[in-house]
């Protein structure tokens, strides 16, 4: 069957109620697991990989859910009869490549507009929603003002929001969980994911996704859930810092600019879903099997260019779980003979602009990022 190829191998996990002609397939999920080589391995002390969402058709695991989302709006639009549908999305720079890729393909009546955070999404992420014909609206101030817009639009307008309060997308992003399942054999014991976190919707769909695979029987073992933040945006790490569950108190955080810009998010709308998620988790696993880490900026770009100068690919949302396994690790959070397996959320290509700041030694002082130079002294241009 054709169209059941990539995340719709999963179809009886995620979308039984689809009709099969409504499926939208760009060539999203099936993304490589690439393990770390031995230099790395060892500095780290843990053996680890990285799943290289970033080889989706948009660049971004966000086309796991778009897939999924658009698949369900055609449906809809099938039998209402609807002649326009706006779709709209508040975004930092993924998800409306990702939303105005899918509704290109698909065309009439699907319109999309997509709102981003002036200044704060990357060149290559801001011509993403233009080269597919999107209306592109900037927004002055940060990604939490544009969720604020989008959410009112869809409360008042018939409009399609494609953020993760749909649970379409989270649907199609479980997909990830059940990718990660297969390519450990069914057997997630002694396994730890690491997942950055901004808007919350991809840790709620991949914990969601594994609690899935055990309901049914499919895995025995949860693997544990690690979060990874920056400190520039950590609302999430602030919540779970707390160690009495009694004394936590969920407070938005006012975010200040971060290398992670995708996930440069403040008041992430999917945090219900996952305290929900978190206890269902710890419930099966135990303590200590859903976790949240604080990483620095300064961590993340280390990261991002060490993974990069050994053979990966990681945006840096990718070098934010690497630092973050490095964390757990320096916390003694994880043992040596677990493995672990790192979000690669996107294409370095993306985030070429923080790699060319580090090299250049231009970060501007807000980041607070300066260049190891035992890392940083290697790549040359030369004229
Ligand atoms: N990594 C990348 C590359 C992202 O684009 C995002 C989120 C995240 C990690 C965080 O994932 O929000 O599910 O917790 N990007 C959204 C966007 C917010 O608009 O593109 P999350």
Redesign the pocket.
């Known amino acids: 069957n054709t169209a059941l190829r990539g995340i719709f191998r999963f179809y009886e996990l995620m979308a039984p109620v689809l009709e099969e002609d409504d499926i939208v397939y760009l060539g999203e999920g099936n993304t490589p697991i690439v393990e770390a080589n031995d230099h790395l391995a060892t500095k780290t002390g843990i053996r680890f990989a990285f799943k290289n969402d970033g080889q989706n058709p948009s660049a971004?695991?966000?086309d796991r859910g778009m897939a999924c989302a658009f698949a369900y709006l055609k449906a809809l639009v099938r039998k209402n009869g609807w002649d326009e549908v706006l779709t709209v999305?508040?975004?930092?720079?993924?998800?409306?490549?990702?939303a105005a890729l899918y509704a290109s393909h698909i065309g009439s009546p699907l319109k999309s507009v997509v709102l981003l955070p002036h200044g704060k999404v990357t060149p290559q992420q801001l011509s993403q929603p233009l080269g597919s014909g999107a209306t592109v609206l900037e927004i002055p101030g940060v990604?939490d003002d544009c969720m604020k817009v989008v959410e009112n639009l869809a409360e008042n307008y018939r409009v399609a929001l494609l953020?993760?309060k749909n649970s379409w997308r989270i649907l199609g992003?479980e997909s990830y969980a059940f990718e990660v399942a297969q390519w450990c054999d069914w057997d997630l014991k002694g396994k730890c994911v690491f997942?950055?976190?901004?808007?919350?919707?991809?840790?709620?769909?991949v914990m969601s996704g594994f609690l899935k695979l055990h309901r049914l029987g499919i895995i025995s073992d949860l693997p544990r859930v690690f979060g990874v933040q920056s400190h520039h945006a950590d609302p999430v790490y602030q919540y779970y810092s707390v160690e009495d569950p009694a004394k936590r108190e969920y407070k938005p955080v006012a975010v200040t600019p971060s290398v992670?810009q995708?996930?440069m998010?403040g008041n992430?709308v999917?945090f219900p879903r996952v305290k929900h998620f978190a206890e269902q988790f710890e419930a099966i696993g135990g303590k200590g099997s859903f976790q949240v880490l604080q990483v620095t900026e300064q961590m993340i770009m280390d990261s991002m260019i060490e993974a990069n100068m050994n053979g990966h690919i990681a945006?840096t949302?990718g070098g934010e779980c690497y630092a973050g396994l490095k964390r757990a690790k320096e916390l003694g959070l994880i043992a040596e003979d677990e493995f672990a397996i790192l979000?690669a959320?996107?294409h370095a290509l993306?985030f070429s602009g923080f790699q060319d700041m580090y090299f250049s030694n231009s970060f501007p002082a807000e980041f607070g990022v300066t260049p190891d130079t035992s890392l940083a002294n290697a790549p040359q241009l030369v004229i």
């Open positions: 971004s695991f966000k999305c508040a975004s930092t720079g993924d998800t409306s490549a990702a990604f953020n993760s992003q997942v950055p976190v901004g808007n919350a919707g991809n840790i709620t769909a992670a995708a996930a998010i992430p999917s945006c949302q979000d959320t996107a993306k």
